[in-house]
Each structure stands twice: as C-alpha cells, then as structure tokens.
C-alpha cells in the first residue's frame, strides 16, 4: 500500500525548495495550499463561503482571497469556519489523488498547516522543514512583496518549529540548496524501508 509522507512546516521555511526537489526525483508530491486555493474557486466552495462570509468577499464572480485573508488571520473564529469549508473539499480531492497515484511505493502531502488541519493523523511518516527564523521572514519578504508585521502575523496562526518538530518522524534543517538536498536524500533512503 502507498505510504503518505507528510511534509511541513513554517512560512518562509523552504518547504517548496524540498518539495520540488522530490518532485524531480520522481515522487509524486501533492501540494495541499495549491490545491486549495484552485478548490477555492469553484462553484461549492464559493457559495458555502459566501454563505459564511457573505458576498461583499467576491470580485467578478471568484473569491477576493486577499479580502479573505484580511478577515481571517486576525480572527481565530471565522478562520476556523473558512477552515471548515475548505480542509474537507481538500481532503476528499486528497483522497482522490492518491488513489490515482497508488502504485508508488510512497507519495508526499506538503502542507503548512498538516498538524494544525489535523492532516497529520493520515500520515505514515512526517518531515518538517525548519530554518531560523530571521532567514524565514527574509525569505517571505523577497517572495511575498509583504511586510514584517504581516508575516509575524501569519506565523502566528501556524505551530511553532518546536511543535511541529516533536510531532514528526525527521527535520530538515534548510541553511543552504545543497545541504536541505543531502538531508532530503538522506531521509529519502530511510523511507524507501518505511
């Protein structure tokens, strides 16, 4: 049976850099945050948003994810309820996928929030990826065009590197490509024997 191979962690931490690498060794890997924001689009999951949130949250007929995510992130109850709408709709495409990808030995789930969605418990196995967190803001200033408080502010809404860390089966401790790589084949060997 395929393994579910959880990848994690904070904002900024290089989880995409690992997860691509995966991918260009040929290993399916599902990544949860993109496949909720096109989940996000469609028909149900907009009408059970505007239902929720109202339509003041649409721009021409698609949701304004920005004005959402205003709303949200400095408000624990209505991002609990978005996250009501949004973690199951992903879970169940999820589901699907893997069925489609059930003749590898193991796949990986990459999510920011696996332990804080609960995705956690379907994994076999979990990775989280770590970095200091001074380089993590740097990261997501240059990527995100965004601010310092903003960024604090979303990390405030995930786990903590030590959180996360007590609850996963391996740590990449991303400083540089080249050493994140030799950490991420290194842990690759050992689930080849999960």
């Given at each position: 049976m395929t393994k579910v191979i959880g990848l994690t962690g904070g904002?900024?931490?290089?989880?995409?850099?690992?997860?691509n690498y995966m991918k260009s060794l040929g290993i399916p890997v599902y990544i949860a945050d993109d496949e909720a924001k096109s989940l996000m689009q469609t028909d149900d999951i907009i009408k059970a948003v505007t239902n929720e949130f109202g339509?003041?949250?649409l721009k021409n007929g698609k949701l304004n994810r920005e004005m959402l995510?205003?709303?949200?992130f400095n408000n624990p109850e209505k991002l609990q309820k978005l996250n009501a709408i949004v973690h199951p709709a992903v879970k169940k495409h999820f589901d699907t996928w893997l069925q489609n990808h059930n003749t590898y030995p193991f796949i990986v789930k990459e999510a920011a929030i696996l332990f804080e969605s609960g995705s956690y418990k379907y994994c076999d196995a979990i990775i989280t990826v770590t970095a200091p967190?001074?380089?993590r803001i740097q990261r997501v200033l240059e990527r995100d065009h965004t601010n310092r408080e903003s960024i604090l502010q979303r990390m405030s809404n995930q786990w903590t590197d030590e959180q996360r860390i007590a609850k996963s089966n391996y740590v990449i401790h991303n400083l540089s490509v080249k050493e994140t790589k030799k950490q991420t084949d290194r842990i690759l060997k050992l689930l080849e024997n999960l």
């Open positions: 904002i900024g931490s290089g989880k995409t850099l690992v997860a339509n003041t949250i995510a205003q709303i949200v967190l001074e380089i």
